[in-house]
């Protein structure tokens, strides 16, 4: 598809990366022959998301607004969703099995913490990591509350690595610990990490 809608009523794709990305929901299925799609919700922000403010879906690695013109729930944790300039069942299907995302700056600080409540995973996802000496380490893409070893799992950044890696062109996540003694600074309004990384971890 590779086009997003806007207001004004055409199509238009983005070519610009979103600074801090919440995944929010899964498109499961086209509802209807309308262009309708029933979602399955990660969390509540879309739910709460005002209407005025694009989400994004990836296509080609790009995320592509789009502007939801009906929204309704459907069941415990689902929904369906009718996006604006898409109007028929061909368009709907191209959707199926996407996420949702919104940038951070959409949600109210209310709802960013109660999802940092709800679910620590989803509410990391996009910060970024940054070492003691500054240098971006990568962004969170998941969070595993191990017992006694919480971690975060980055996606590494250019030029950065894990020490078990066999080659350079390796770019698989990171796992690194996530504990109180390792974290330097939190920003939560520029979704920024900066941590005492562990020796022996990564290597640039």
Same mark, same amino acid.
């Given at each position: 598809m590779g086009a997003g809608a806007e207001r004004g009523g055409r199509l238009s794709a983005n070519s610009g990366k979103l600074e801090n990305p919440i995944a929010v929901a899964h498109i499961v299925k086209s509802y209807n022959t309308n262009g309708e799609v029933v979602v399955k919700l990660t969390n509540d922000l879309l739910e709460d998301l005002e209407r005025k403010e694009p989400v994004f879906i990836y296509f080609d690695e790009l995320p592509v607004p789009f502007f939801i013109e009906k929204f309704s729930t459907k069941g415990n944790s689902g929904a369906v969703i009718k996006f604006d300039n898409i109007n028929d069942l061909a368009h709907s299907e191209e959707l199926v099995k996407r996420k949702i995302f919104i940038e951070a700056s959409s949600a109210t600080s209310e709802a960013l913490e109660e999802l940092a409540q709800e679910d620590m995973g989803a509410y990391l996802s996009g910060f970024v990591l940054f070492d003691e000496n500054g240098t971006e380490i990568g962004r969170v893409t998941d969070y595993y509350d191990y017992p006694n070893n919480p971690c975060i799992e980055i996606e590494p950044a250019e030029g950065v690595r894990s020490s078990f890696s066999d080659s350079e062109d390796?770019?698989?996540?990171?796992? #690194? &610990?996530?504990?109180?003694?390792?974290?330097?600074?939190?920003?939560?309004?520029?979704?920024?990490?900066?941590?005492? #990384? &562990?020796s022996g971890l990564i290597v640039f």
């Open positions: 390796d770019n698989s996540p990171i796992l #690194i &610990p996530f504990q109180e003694q390792f974290i330097i600074a939190f920003d939560p309004e520029q979704r920024k990490i900066q941590m005492e #990384i &562990p």
